[in-house]
């Protein structure tokens, strides 16, 4: 872990460098799609629920000729690590950890973290070159919402005590109203293709549990007014759409 996350930094502070070699002097108004990946760690709540986990996903963004930004964002969640794991389903499991499933054997399943946040999003671009007004800091703040659940696997579909809506009493799925906050450096370069972004995010979700009551307790969840946090590493490609068109002049590819 220490070792993708020296190399995703040494990726930005490289960003950072190479985005000063431009010669593009003009700010021009810019549309945008983008893929990224974002490595996340939790934090508040979420912290005994999982532990590190992937963001995949892209958007849309517009850079303005005033440097403003404003964009929308989709993230899908993924990890395996699940916290308390040996609680999870123990109305169900025998004294050894195992399910039985309908051929009076163990039963082969998985368990996962599932989830994904979506955000309304908006921020500046503050150059620091002259010769390349498009790139620079970028600071970010976003709306949205998250949700998060534990996904149960049945791999090979023969223990119904874990399937359709039994999952559902153990999943342990919450979502809810959530803001975020970023800072990275965003380079814009004088090729569609070759456009980067590098930076650190902050996700805080105001979430709530989704189910009544969890089958293995018996109870709702004992947290009912949550406060999920993600914070991640986060990189992204990105493509920008069409001609660029500044406040005094027009540049077309």
């Given at each position: 872990m220490k070792k993708i996350t020296g190399f995703l930094l040494a990726m930005f502070f490289s960003l950072v460098t190479f985005g000063q070699k431009t010669e593009t002097d003009s700010i021009f108004s810019i549309p945008m799609i983008y893929f990224n990946y974002t490595l996340q760690f939790p934090g508040g709540d979420l912290v005994d629920r999982f532990g590190i986990s992937n963001g995949v996903g892209g958007g849309f963004q517009w850079k303005t000729h005033k440097n403003l930004i404003f964009g929308i964002e989709y993230n899908y969640i993924f990890g395996g690590d699940i916290k308390n794991e040996d609680q999870l389903m123990s109305n169900?499991?025998?004294?050894?950890?195992?399910?039985?499933?309908?051929g009076g054997t163990f039963a082969?399943?998985?368990?996962?973290?599932?989830?994904?946040?979506?955000?309304?999003?908006?921020?500046k671009v503050i150059p620091v070159s002259k010769k390349n007004r498009n790139s620079g800091i970028v600071i970010m703040g976003s709306i949205g919402y998250l949700?998060?659940?534990?996904?149960?696997?049945?791999?090979d579909n023969i223990a119904p005590q874990i399937e359709g809506d039994y999952e559902y009493g153990y999943d342990r799925l919450a979502g809810g109203f959530s803001i975020g906050e970023s800072i990275g450096y965003l380079y814009i370069g004088n090729s569609k293709l070759l456009?980067?972004?590098?930076?650190?995010?902050?996700?805080q979700g105001f979430t709530k549990p989704k189910r009544k009551?969890?089958?293995d307790t018996r109870e709702p969840d004992p947290v009912q007014n949550r406060m999920?946090?993600?914070?991640?590493?986060?990189?992204?490609?990105i493509f920008t759409?069409?001609?660029?068109?500044?406040?005094?002049r027009e540049y077309y590819y």
């Open positions: 169900i499991k025998t004294h050894n950890g195992q399910i039985i499933d309908n082969n399943y998985t368990t996962s973290e599932r989830g994904f946040f979506t955000s309304l999003k908006f921020g949700q998060h659940r534990i996904r149960i696997e049945n791999i456009n980067f972004y590098a930076g650190f995010e902050f996700v009551v969890n089958f999920d946090m993600l914070n991640g590493i986060k990189v992204a490609w759409i069409g001609k660029r068109e500044a406040a005094n």
